[in-house]
Nanobody, 122 residues
Framework: QVQLVESGGGLVQAGGSLRLSCAAS????????MGWFRQAPGKEREFVAA????????YYADSVKGRFTISRDNAKKTVYLQMNSLKPEDTAVYYC???????????????WGQGTQVTVSS
């Protein structure tokens, strides 16, 4: 059982940056592909970014491509989401998730964190 804890959310002005972190409890973290998802009020949870175990392959949603970067540090058992040029429409609760193989589909992920709120003001 992998436990995931997100941090780094907050309130930022449009055009600003935030870096989210997701720390895992298990040393087997390196065996998991990691994903970031977000859920805005009244909307379904949507894919943001995903990364393979080695960090060699990354997928991004079109809405964040070129602005967000997913990365990981297996020694620290942590995955990051660097968010630049933030827009009000990026406002959501952001979740990290883990599974055996990289995927953009939320229903395929086995483990989830509790989420961290990101609010972008205009």
């Amino acid at each position: 059982q992998v436990q995931l804890v997100e941090s780094g959310g907050g309130l930022v002005q449009a055009g600003g940056s935030l870096r989210l972190s997701c720390a895992a409890s298990e040393w087997t973290f390196r065996n998991y592909a990691m994903g970031w998802f977000r859920q805005a009020p009244g909307k379904e949870r949507e894919f943001v970014a995903a990364l393979t175990q080695s960090g060699g392959i990354a997928y991004y949603a079109d809405s964040v491509k070129g602005r967000f970067t997913i990365s990981r540090d297996n020694a620290k058992k942590t995955v990051y989401l660097q968010m630049n040029s933030l827009k009000p429409e990026d406002t959501a609760v952001y979740y990290c998730a883990a599974r055996s193989f990289i995927s953009t589909t939320k229903d395929e992920y086995d483990y989830w964190g509790q989420g961290t709120q990101v609010t972008v003001s205009s």
